[in-house]
């Protein structure tokens, strides 16, 4: 879950979605669709995954003994330029899916529209202790966390001191043209970006595509001047990256 809201009357969940272009709810095939610069792609229905995690949430709570609390759930499309649209058929997503500027409306319309609370305040303080006891952190990685795929990235490198972009790299330096700056070192956030992103290893030709060059060489000497460990011979060869600190 994205996040969890617990009151004394509800628990809520709510699943962010960042998603850029036009979605389409699909109900009879329970995916959704995003189109975006004329492309079509398919995801997991996020209805499905709410209703799954309602489930999940009450069964848990009744595991520890909790008091019966309504769990509600919404989905947050949080990018507003994000056009929604579903079928004729299925009137009631507008129930479930918001933008964020809605959210705090619909939260108090959720408090208002039920009377009794479920919790005293010190059940509530126990079921968000256990709450914290039992929470572990999720495994999955920015990318799938928002819905993303590595089309998705701006490729290149942007100036550090203009964001001007993309620089250009001549006799081992790279150029902005909008500023002159001049730095032999901006490939360095880049390749931050890269092991935050997309994982701990990369080849000779991933880095090219995510510098946005096409020379193999150069690529070759600014991965050697790094001095990464590295697996493998000539175009297998795979290179580590470590940037924890």
Same mark, same amino acid.
């Given at each position: 879950m994205d996040t969890l809201l617990v009151s004394k009357k509800f628990a809520l969940i709510?699943?962010?979605k960042n998603i850029a272009g036009s979605i389409y709810f699909d109900p009879h095939f329970n995916q959704l669709i995003r189109t975006k610069d004329g492309k079509e792609t398919a995801f997991p229905d996020p209805i499905v995954q709410v209703n799954r995690q309602e489930s999940q949430?009450?069964?848990?709570?009744?595991?520890?003994?909790?008091? *019966?609390?309504?769990?509600? =759930?919404?989905?947050?499309?949080?990018?507003?330029?994000?056009?929604? +649209?579903? *079928?004729?058929?299925? +009137?009631?997503?507008?129930?479930?899916?918001?933008?964020?500027? &809605?959210?705090? =409306? +619909?939260?108090?319309?959720?408090?208002? =529209?039920i009377i009794d609370s479920i919790?005293?305040?010190?059940?509530?303080?126990?079921? &968000?202790r256990i709450l914290n006891k039992y929470h572990i952190e999720a495994a999955s990685s920015i990318l799938e966390r928002y819905n993303l795929t590595e089309e998705d990235l701006i490729k290149g490198v942007i100036c550090e001191n203009c964001k001007g972009f993309p620089l250009i790299r001549r006799h081992g330096t790279w150029f902005c043209n909008q500023c002159q700056l001049s730095n032999k070192d901006a490939h360095i956030q880049v390749l931050r970006d890269y092991f935050h992103l997309l994982g701990s290893t990369i080849t000779n030709r991933q880095l090219r595509d995510f510098l946005n060059i096409s020379s193999a060489s150069s690529t070759t000497r600014i991965l050697q001047s790094l001095k990464l460990t590295?697996?493998?011979?000539?175009?297998? +060869?795979?290179?580590?990256l470590n940037f924890d600190e």
């Open positions: 709510i699943e962010v949430l009450k069964n848990w709570s009744l595991k520890n003994g909790f008091p *019966s609390l309504p769990i509600l =759930s919404l989905i947050v499309i949080s990018n507003p330029q994000t056009i929604i +649209r579903t *079928s004729p058929e299925n +009137r009631k997503l507008h129930y479930k899916v918001i933008h964020p500027d &809605v959210l705090p =409306s +619909r939260i108090n319309l959720m408090e208002h =529209s919790l005293g305040e010190k059940d509530l303080k126990k079921v &968000v590295s697996k493998g011979a000539n175009k297998g +060869r795979v290179y580590s």
